[in-house]
């Protein structure tokens, strides 16, 4: 878990000094475990949001332990401690690293320091200004309750303060009481940011519709009870028209303004995928598989095309694989979308009505999720089918996916709802499996 708790692991609290107590104001201090590597280059400008920051990181460090790995002795474990580096062998001998492993290594630590840094940014950038105020009270109180001179740190075994005459103990009284609302403060905040990171991290969100809340229906040809949208998380647009041909002899052309859905992609780029399949049914030629494109020199055109997996069904849940594929014969610039703005497909729950139990009078009902470019044409979502029985007229409260529906069996193979509670917005994601069906996949 990479959340609030996880970067104040290490935080120290220090005690104001015993001279004018009342005037002094508490430190909060980050103790340092690894000392800082110095980069053998200046970091490169990094994107100005903190999300598409820590992509950037993560990119630099998967470079940059490439590099390392051609670099050192296959089997070798490296240590970098002060500037200098060392190497030990697969036969446990211990040398000095060359010039070429130091630099190697150093950069590789400089980089993997470096996108913790851009995770702890991106973290901390989740928290309102009223959160943070409210953390920095919380910290100020309990370093306020500690003795003169004392500081408050974190081992394995929990809290423990040092006092200036050397001993060590677990906090008492009044500091135990601060560290304890402070630590309620810091739980309710993980709960919030981890939500924000499992939103961040999955390739999809379910969108709330607050208009579905009390709606009401009989139920229908399509068994639909719900319907709400299902965005991707990052999205693109094309800035110019971009020709690729898929063999040697078919070129296709996908016009600008063309939008594009964004996952993670080989070598740590993002791959920029085409929804074959759109509301103005246009690039139906591509409806087998799914066109997935890459900037590979950092340019901000896309030059390189990729077969990014099969669509199931006219659905984009994500794209994978990305084998070279064709190639692109006039590249296209490219820029980000909001995910409000990008390609929407559909999820919701529908109904079947399967049996009516005339001597009890119960009916029988399954009840699943499902996904699709409308409401017309959908996929079911194996794993989510789930029976219930009712006596006629009895309502019955189904959940699925947050959802709450009350069905109500008016009549022989007749079924009233009402939208209890809508989906909430919900990060979401399915891979794709050669049975021709989905899987849910929960973060």
């Known amino acids: 878990m990479r959340a609030l708790s996880a970067i104040i692991l290490a935080t120290t609290i220090l005690a104001p000094s015993a001279i004018a107590q009342e005037a002094v104001p508490p430190m909060v201090t980050q103790s340092v475990t690894q000392p ?53 062998l697969k036969d446990g001998t211990v040398r000095p690293a060359n010039e070429a492993e130091t630099v190697a290594i150093l950069a590789y630590f400089n980089a993997k320091k470096a996108r913790e840094e851009g995770e702890k940014q991106e973290t901390m950038a989740i928290l309102t200004a009223e959160e943070r105020a409210e953390l920095d009270a919380a910290s100020t109180a309990v370093a306020m309750a500690l003795p003169p001179r004392s500081r408050l740190y974190k081992t394995d075994a929990g809290w423990r303060v040092a006092l200036n005459d050397g001993t060590v103990r677990e906090p008492q009284g009044a500091e135990a009481e601060a560290m304890g609302r402070r630590e309620a403060i810091v739980a309710r905040l993980d709960a919030r940011i981890d939500e924000v990171l499992a939103m961040r991290a999955a390739p999809l969100r379910v ?25 991707f998380n990052r999205a693109a647009v094309l800035k110019g028209d971009l020709s690729a041909r898929r063999d040697g002899f078919n070129t296709y052309t996908i016009p600008a303004g063309a939008k594009l859905f964004v996952v993670d992609g080989p070598d740590a780029l993002q791959a920029y995928c085409l929804p074959s399949k759109s509301k103005a049914g246009l690039f139906k030629m591509l409806s087998d598989w799914i066109p997935c494109f890459l900037d590979k020199d950092g340019d901000g055109m896309l030059e390189t095309q990729t077969n990014g997996g099969k669509p199931l069904g006219g659905v984009y849940m994500y794209a994978s694989g990305f084998a070279p594929t064709g190639q692109v014969m006039q590249p296209a610039g490219f820029e980000d979308l909001p995910y409000l703005e990008g390609y929407q497909q559909r999820i919701g729950l529908a109904v079947t009505h399967g049996s009516f139990i ?21 996929q079911m979502v194996s794993g989510t089918l789930r029976a219930l029985e009712a006596q006629e007229g009895v309502p019955t409260i189904i959940e699925m996916m947050g959802a709450k529906i009350e069905i109500t069996a008016t009549g022989k193979q007749r079924i009233a709802y009402r939208v209890v509670e809508p989906m909430p917005m919900q990060p979401y994601g399915l891979e794709m499996k050669t049975t021709y069906s989905t899987r849910r996949v929960y973060y």
């Open 207 to 231: 969108l709330a519709d607050p208009s579905q809340k009390d709606r009401t229906g009989e139920h229908n040809d399509t068994g639909v009870l719900i319907s709400q949208p299902l965005v």
């Open 358 to 378: 005339k001597k009890t009078g119960t009916h029988k009902f399954v009840v699943h999720a499902w996904v699709g470019p409308d409401d017309k044409e959908r």
């Open 36 to 88: 800082v590597a110095q980069a053998p280059a200046p970091p490169k400008p990094m994107p100005a949001d903190p999300a598409g920051n820590v992509r950037a990181l993560k990119a630099g460090e998967e470079a940059a332990k490439k590099t390392l790995f051609a670099t050192a002795p296959e089997g070798a474990a490296v240590e970098s401690r002060y500037g200098s580096a060392t190497l030990t």
